[in-house]
């Protein structure tokens, strides 16, 4: 049973034992704490909801550090509660405050964990060249560019991933088809140019590329790509 479960079964069985006929003022003073407890609950259990997640896609979530503290806490107010079921075993001293507190601790280490398992998950499902590394390194081609610019949006749908939680199993599949996407995009890139033409296209992409750079086996694969005219001579002024 966890932790919740625990709470949860431990408010039931005080709301149970007393009856508003036997004592109204000690059943008014359980309501409170019953109220506490499920808020907790609820907050804790959106948690344990999101690791059972995890889990099922196979990622291993590491508990939290205050578990165990957190148990023992629970055995004392368990324990002096069945001895005597009244809403003052519960609040005598400060287990109860500190279970609260414990609680929060445990749900604010599980969100840490599980943001971080999240964002690794994402990282490595693609690992593949960014899109700006591919800019540079390719042949400006009609074909070129308009795979780049689908690898581009798909890159940086695949990284938007990260912004928020996955809220199901779905959430999983789709950062791993847009991995298969930017893939299969990557193979159709060419990346076969000659030496010349990459020095030339990787100058122009550096803000410009000196005339004895622009040689005939460059022109001739600019004229064979049908980009001639999308390239200017301009002078330096000042240089």
Request: aromatic residues 6%; contains cysteine; neutral net charge.
């Amino acid at each position: 049973m966890t932790l919740v479960e625990r709470i949860e079964k431990l408010c039931e069985r005080a709301a149970g034992q007393l009856s508003l006929e036997e004592n109204r003022a000690e059943s008014q003073r359980l309501g409170p704490l019953i109220h506490e407890a499920r808020q907790f609950s609820a907050s804790l259990g959106a948690e344990v909801q999101q690791v059972r997640l995890f889990q099922d896609q196979g990622i291993a979530v590491a508990g939290s550090a205050n578990a165990e503290a957190a148990q023992k806490t629970l055995s004392r107010l368990r324990d002096r509660f069945a001895r005597e079921p009244r809403a003052e075993q519960l609040t005598r001293g400060r287990d109860w405050t500190l279970l609260k507190e414990q609680i929060q601790a445990i749900r604010k280490d599980l969100a840490s964990t599980l943001d971080t398992e999240w964002r690794r998950f994402v990282d490595s499902a693609y690992s593949g060249d960014k899109p700006e590394n591919l800019s540079s390194a390719l042949a400006a081609t009609d074909g070129n560019l308009s795979n780049l610019g689908t690898y581009r949006q798909t890159y940086l749908e695949l990284k938007q991933s990260m912004r928020s939680r996955p809220e199901s199993r779905q959430d999983f599949v789709r950062v791993v088809e847009f991995a298969r996407k930017l893939a299969e995009i990557h193979q159709r890139l060419d990346f076969s140019v000659p030496d010349d033409v990459k020095l030339f296209l990787q100058a122009v992409a550096g803000g410009g590329a000196d005339l004895d750079l622009l040689t005939e086996t460059v022109r001739e694969w600019l004229k064979q790509q049908n980009n001639l005219k999308r390239y200017h001579i301009v002078s330096r002024i000042g240089q």
